[in-house]
């Protein structure tokens, strides 16, 4: 059993998971790029350096669904294995040219396993959406058999809507729009320009770069969580001709996801007389970054539901003055 202090959420734990957001939105300059992002590896290593011997622990990278795990399963705190997390998590997003996580041999999409009939996980699986993301990553987080979980994201909204397959009739309706003639001619026209604004992307961010190096900087990260349509937006870029429109989003509402967690957990913890973990956030947010009173309240009862708390974190200088885990004895 240890003290854990994680960014100043405490909490008393004998089996923990740290997941830490390896996306490359973390590393964007209105959140401090790649200095505030040594300072988030640098609490997790230094809050396992002062576990106390055989209290057992993991590391996790999340993008998005993709993940890493330091070990693969939990393992005793000591010194030696505290070497091997600083040696295995310094690479993870030290430069700008190798921002996220990158699927490969050690890096995978983790399958869930409870509940794996219910309609509910069939659509948290079926849907690349901030929502399903979250809820992804919260039930693999929840299955790893732990008593405390702290999140450090770049987003997190709690139990927030979910994106849902479409019915019948929607499907219907959509394939009727989207095989007009008109959005097959203006689409056909989008797509042909998708290299040329790629290259103006590419472009723009050389002449960034230049600029950044000669003052010394580290170079520019983008947001990048929709790929080129996240990069024009952020770089202020237009297109010629817009995409025609995707396919329509319906939702569940976050009511209906805190019922499925309710599943979730008392097949894990509750049916075998455990507690459900202590599930913390640490949410660090550029600046000027938009947080409504909406989501922040689905953030608070998320982690009510998880008997944990969170934390918003603005920017460098909020990151470099919250640090808590080396002062945390054991």
Avoid: C
């Amino acid at each position: 059993m240890s003290d854990i202090s994680v960014f100043g959420l405490k909490t008393r734990a004998e089996r923990i998971l740290f997941v830490i957001d390896a996306n490359s939105q973390m590393l964007t300059d209105a959140k401090g790029g790649l200095k505030s992002y040594k300072i988030i590896k640098d609490e997790i290593t230094d809050m396992v350096g002062n576990l106390s011997a055989g209290t057992l622990f993991n590391v996790m990278m999340a993008d998005r669904r993709n993940s890493k795990f330091f070990k693969k399963q939990l393992v005793p705190a000591g010194q030696e294995v505290h070497q091997q997390l600083i040696q295995w998590i310094t690479p993870i997003n030290a430069n700008a040219r190798n921002a996220g996580l990158v699927e490969g041999a050690s890096v995978r999409r983790e399958r869930l396993d409870t509940l794996s009939k219910d309609a509910t996980h069939e659509d948290i699986l079926w849907a690349n959406q901030p929502g399903n993301d979250t809820a992804f990553m919260t039930q693999l987080a929840v299955e790893q058999d732990v008593d405390a979980i702290f999140f450090i994201a770049g987003y997190h909204r709690g139990f927030e809507r979910v994106r849902r397959r479409l019915t019948d009739q929607e499907e219907a309706d959509w394939i009727r729009f989207s095989t007009t003639r008109k959005y097959q001619d203006q689409l056909a026209e989008h797509e042909k320009e998708v290299p040329i604004m790629q290259n103006r992307i590419n472009y723009k961010m050389k002449v960034i770069n230049e600029e950044r190096r000669k003052k010394g900087q580290p170079d520019r990260v983008l947001d990048s969580r929709w790929g080129i349509y996240s990069d024009y937006r952020e770089l202020g870029l237009e297109w010629e001709t817009e995409h025609p429109g995707w396919r329509p989003d319906y939702f569940l509402e976050s009511r209906e996801i805190e019922k499925y967690f309710k599943k979730v957990v008392d097949i894990l913890y509750t049916n075998k007389g455990s507690e459900k973990p202590s599930v913390n956030v640490i949410l660090f947010l550029a600046g000027d970054e938009e947080m409504r009173k909406e989501w922040e309240d689905q953030l608070d009862d998320y982690t009510d539901f998880f008997r944990g708390k969170y934390r918003i974190i603005r920017g460098l200088a909020e990151i470099s003055n919250a640090s808590s885990s080396s002062e945390t004895q054991n």
